[in-house]
């Protein structure tokens, strides 16, 4: 559950978190089951935060870094994660369906089960990526420029040979 002061100062915007982290470097944020949906927080830090569960629906996001950040099944749905960073995240069941994902990078995270239907991986880093299979591809609307391995790529272009047209 989360701890109601981390999701206190979370709504108080990127720049009052980040400076909160700054000045309390040694707590590690649980912001898991918080209800975030729809802030405005680009350029936050949650690196090595707790946000499993979390709802973060249709939140802007842009150039967020969740290095090494535990996310399991958290609710991205809708969201602008335009340069975010997942390096070494646990994003095991997430759900990020129709988020723009352009230029993020998930190298190292674990994708296990993480949802990706509608969204959008335009230039994003999945090089690395644990637990990542081709069919969790598959009915993303934009891959161009996607950084994967060629044997998950090749599977995605056999079976959703539209994505490539």
Same mark, same amino acid.
């Given at each position: 559950?989360?701890? @109601?002061?981390? =999701? ?5 915007? !990127? ?5 909160? +982290? ?24 949650? !690196? ?13 996001? =842009? @150039? %967020? ?8 099944? =958290? ?6 994660? +335009?340069?975010? %960073? ?37 230039? !994003? ?8 299979? !081709? ?12 950084? =994967? ?6 599977? %995605?272009?056999?079976? @959703? ?5």
């Amino acid at each position: 559950m989360a701890d @109601s002061n981390h =999701v206190s100062k979370v709504k108080e915007g !990127a720049a009052a978190w980040n400076k909160w +982290r700054k000045e309390e470097p040694d707590v590690m944020p649980d912001l898991g089951w918080a209800n975030l949906n729809g802030l405005n927080l680009d350029g936050a830090v949650f !690196a090595k935060s707790t946000l499993k569960l979390a709802f973060c629906k249709g939140c802007s996001l =842009v @150039s %967020v870094d969740f290095s090494g950040a535990s996310m399991r099944g =958290v609710n991205l749905e809708g969201c602008d994660l +335009r340069d975010a %960073v997942f390096r070494d995240a646990n994003l095991e069941g997430a759900h990020m369906l129709g988020a723009d994902l352009t230029g993020a990078d998930f190298t190292g995270a674990n994708l296990k089960l993480a949802n990706f239907d509608g969204t959008i991986l335009r230039d !994003a880093d999945l090089t690395g990526a644990k637990k990542l299979r !081709a069919s969790q591809l598959f009915s993303v609307n934009d891959l161009e420029g996607l950084k =994967v391995s060629e044997k998950i790529l090749e599977n %995605v272009k056999t079976q @959703s040979p539209h994505l490539f047209e």
